[in-house]
């Protein structure tokens, strides 16, 4: 449905998940007969939740305490983390600064020299705590330190960026030949952010095992006010299931995952998420309201401490409850911010659907509201 917006430009109309609403079937199911494991490549999880490698998310200590909890932490390998030996002190000293001086600290901390060592010590910790270890690298730092990730023994390797392409073209640098890179690794990839049906199928013809569908929609983001560039979910990660479908045609069989990566804030958000065609979601904000969240209350990712152009801001969340709970419940709140599994559970039950892929299959409806 394209739309005319002047003489000169037409546009087609794209939704958010707020746009749209998952609407019961003629069966319903008690939630403990629902299943939300996922799997992908050879690793199982009980829910398709991945913490985002974001430094207010996830740190080894909660990468090892999703994974207890039947999901993946996804640890940042160019966040403090991997640049300081305790980097405790200036996770607090960033929750502590006024907003006027968040962006400039943090630019600062952030520019310490990731160490290679670090990147070993902090997969091995992870490693240590019985998990899947999964990490995290900008396509920039990949190259560079790749080597290293897969040494220290990483079982998923993320490639994750405002925006990855297949076909990155480059006259200052040697751009990251993705199909070469993932073909002579080890360990399966996971590739994104793509908004695009034709983005996400370059991306799989690379041999990726997942794509990360998503553009600046997180709520630290502001990719939309500084660059002019947004993704609304609900069709992105539609036409990125399409993508899918028609790749596995293409490839005689090959599934590769979609994982929802931004704009998903609440457990209504998830169910959306799903509902659209993605197998997983990759939580940020979400996750980042635990008392146990290394962010202490508030939140950020990489674009905020960009060296030239940040993207993004420090934002206060309010902490719900613990890790778990935000999981699991019990919630204290009736906001879609607490016990998120419950929440997708009690959907797929309401409409019907036994399992994560038969839920991709719920009727949905163009809402004309985005609350209630």
């Known amino acids: 449905m394209e739309i005319e917006i002047g003489?000169?430009?037409?546009?087609?109309?794209?939704?958010?998940?707020?746009d749209i609403a998952v609407v019961p079937s003629r069966r319903t199911r008690n939630p403990e007969?629902?299943?939300?494991?996922?799997?992908?490549?050879?690793?199982q999880f009980a829910i398709p939740v991945l913490g985002a490698p974001m430094d207010s998310v996830v740190s080894p200590t909660t990468a090892i305490m999703l994974g207890q909890l039947g999901g993946l932490g996804v640890l940042d390998l160019e966040g403090l983390w991997t640049r300081y030996d305790d980097p405790e002190p200036l996770?607090?000293?960033?929750?502590?600064?006024d907003d006027a001086s968040a962006t400039r600290r943090m630019q600062e901390l952030y520019s310490e020299p990731i160490k290679p060592e670090l990147v070993r010590d902090r997969l091995a910790e992870i490693r240590a705590g019985g998990v899947t270890v999964a990490g995290a690298l900008t396509p920039q730092r990949t190259q560079e330190l790749y080597e290293t990730v897969v040494a220290a023994g990483v079982d998923l390797f993320v490639i994750r960026g405002t925006t990855v392409s297949a076909e990155h073209v480059s006259s200052v640098d040697q751009p990251l030949n993705l199909k070469k890179f993932i073909y002579d690794l080890d360990v399966p990839v996971i590739v994104g952010g793509a908004s695009t049906y034709t983005a996400a199928l370059h991306l799989m013809r690379t041999g990726a095992a997942g794509v990360l569908v998503g553009f600046g929609g997180g709520a630290a983001s502001t990719t939309r006010a500084t660059l002019g560039i947004h993704a609304p979910m609900a069709t992105a990660v539609s036409d990125v299931a399409a993508a899918r479908r028609d790749y596995l045609d293409e490839s005689g069989g090959r599934y590769v995952h979609v994982i929802a990566d931004g704009g998903v804030g609440t457990s209504g958000d998830i169910v959306k998420a799903l509902a659209m065609g993605a197998d997983a979601v990759m939580l940020g904000v979400a996750l980042s309201r635990a008392t146990d969240a290394p962010g202490r209350g508030y939140h950020w990712g990489p674009e905020s401490h960009h060296s030239k152009l940040p993207r993004g801001h420090r934002v206060g969340v309010e902490q719900v409850t613990t890790l778990e709970s935000v999981l699991y419940g019990p919630a204290p709140v009736a906001d879609g911010t607490a016990n998120l599994i419950g929440a997708l559970k009690k959907s797929m039950a309401t409409t019907g659907y036994s399992d994560l892929k038969e839920f991709q299959r719920v009727d949905v409806v163009v809402a004309p509201y985005s609350a209630g």
Do not use: G, M, N
């Not at 003489?7 to 707020?18: P, S, V």
């Not at 007969?33 to 690793?43: E, H, L, P, Q, R």
């Not at 996770?91 to 600064?97: D, F, G, K, N, P």
């Open 91 to 97: 996770l607090a000293e960033i929750a502590s600064l």
């Open 7 to 18: 003489r000169a430009k037409r546009a087609r109309r794209a939704f958010t998940f707020d």
């Open 33 to 43: 007969d629902v299943s939300t494991a996922w799997t992908i490549d050879a690793f």
